[in-house]
């Protein structure tokens, strides 16, 4: 997606060598034109799998996900990282590392939310070891529902996210593809939408 490989390139900023920031625009201050057409473009994509529910994990892949979710007029469920004490009924869970923080946390969603029923559409923000899309999966198949693709807003290519996740069988679409962060440059792959 052109768009937002033209913003990553005006506002993104490489720390640390594979470090990608880009909380002027997703990952703290949000965009929200940027996020309805980010929508509109994962919509657009997977409009003829028979999706039921976008799934995220909190909290950056959030808005990207309710405008996909409103897009396609389905329900959006975000995997709370924290229990609160209105999450009284059984709940789904895994186990999700995050290399950024360096933590592994236990994500959870109710199972009354997911069923074997439903055909689920995750989205997240990044896509760089794959581990938060691993463990969305691995939740959603706790309920038996049917995960059909995986919609990234930004991939890190010379990472492993996309092989581990083509490899259990799911679908990954990348809407900006890093190949390199090389020297505080960003070199991009075509995206796949």
Not at 22 to 49: I, R
Not at 171 to 189: C, D, P, Y
């Amino acid at each position: 997606m052109q768009t937002l490989m033209n913003r990553i390139m005006q506002d993104g900023n490489v720390l640390n060598g594979d470090v990608l920031k880009v909380d002027s625009f997703v990952t703290h201050q949000v965009d929200p034109s940027l996020m309805a057409e980010v929508g509109q473009c994962f919509a657009e994509v997977f409009k003829d799998y028979g999706i039921t529910k976008v799934v995220t994990i909190e909290s950056s892949g959030i808005v990207p996900a309710i405008y996909t979710a409103q897009q396609l007029k389905v329900p959006m469920i975000f995997a709370r990282k924290s229990k609160s004490l209105t999450m009284d009924e059984e709940l789904l869970t895994a186990s999700v590392y995050s290399f950024t923080k360096q933590v592994t946390s236990t994500v959870a969603i109710s199972s009354k939310f997911l069923t074997k029923e439903d055909r689920v559409l995750i989205i997240d923000d990044f896509l760089a070891n794959g581990q938060a899309a691993k463990g969305l999966i691995e939740l959603c198949q706790k309920a038996e529902a049917e995960v059909v693709g995986v919609g990234i807003l930004i991939e890190k290519a010379f990472q492993s996210g996309r092989k581990l996740l083509e490899e259990m069988q799911v679908k990954v679409v990348s809407l900006a593809r890093i190949e390199s962060l090389e020297n505080g440059k960003i070199q991009f792959l075509e995206g796949d939408a």
